[in-house]
């Protein structure tokens, strides 16, 4: 079935399954970049256009940039459907505190080389430590360079609802706000629901899936054998026991195996439905390594949870 797609603005539509980029930097393993680029292809053929990189993800721009480079032909001549490159701006921890206008346009000048277009379709800007001020004046500075054209849209990534409202308050144009959001991390709608349906600044969501936890394989599985081989599995990890530990984690898998079985749904696409029928949030990033992902991924949209299954899920939740 077709990916279904959104607008973050009445000019600007992405796909509702974003393929993101941080797996390809090398931290689950050795990255083979003519596979890479041609997976991308096979991605944006299944409907899946829209990507997610970021300035510091190890070489990431540079691939996409490669695919947009040996496939703007087909994109041209209309084989291929236009994509949409999502990045962020993450200055670096040591310069937050002397940040200038100056390095903020350095940054954004490479990643416009690297992914060798004209424009950034969407720059997400990123800051480490709200303690160290300057996060206004740099979200400022990324408006200043949209202004300049060098910017289409900004969005934010895993700001706090305060300093989001501090951003709008400053007169910073948003148009999304890419956050941890999943049946185990609840923290956005918590903190940034009132923000997002006031201002109309919908989620992106990376962690739908806990990093692979919340999947079949882990369904009865002896918590002993769990693999925490990189630090986005050990993340994952603690978010579990945040969620309440490993028996209510078990009694989640259940459910939603439970819920999934009549329509040969696994437990990971009925998370994934979840999140994409919620309130707020126009797309899910998903890191598929390969394109082998795909079919789970694009029949994402023949499954349907009624308001019945969609109860059971919010009541498990809020217990």
Known sequence: ?????????????????????????????????????????????????????????????????????????????????????????????????????????????????RLGVDRLDLVQFAWWDFGVPGYVEAALDLQALADAGKIRYLGLTNFDGRHVQELLDAGVR????????????????????????????????????????LADMYLGRDEAGWDHSNRSLIKYRLIIDEFGGYERFQELLELLSEIGRPQNASISQVAMRYMLDTPSVAALIVGARHSRHLGELTALERIVLSPADRDRIAGFLAA
């Open 1 to 113: 079935m077709p990916v279904p797609r959104t607008a973050l603005t009445p000019e600007y539509t992405i796909s509702r399954i974003i393929k993101g980029g941080w797996h390809l930097a090398g931290g689950h393993g050795s990255i083979d970049a003519d596979e890479a680029v041609a997976d991308m292809r096979v991605f944006v053929e299944a409907g899946i256009t829209t990507f997610d990189c970021a300035d510091i993800y190890t070489g990431v721009e540079e691939l996409i940039g490669r695919f947009l480079s040996e496939y703007k032909t087909a994109v041209a001549s209309g084989d291929l459907p236009k994509v949409q490159v999502h990045t962020k701006y993450v200055p670096d921890y040591d310069a937050l505190a002397t940040l200038t206008r100056v390095d903020t346009e350095r940054v954004i000048d490479r990643s416009l080389r």
């Open 174 to 213: 948003l148009v999304a706000h890419q956050v941890q959001y999943s049946l185990l991390d609840r923290r956005p709608a918590r903190d940034l629901d009132p923000i997002a349906e006031a201002h109309d600044l919908p989620y992106l969501c990376y962690g739908s899936v806990a990093g692979g936890f």
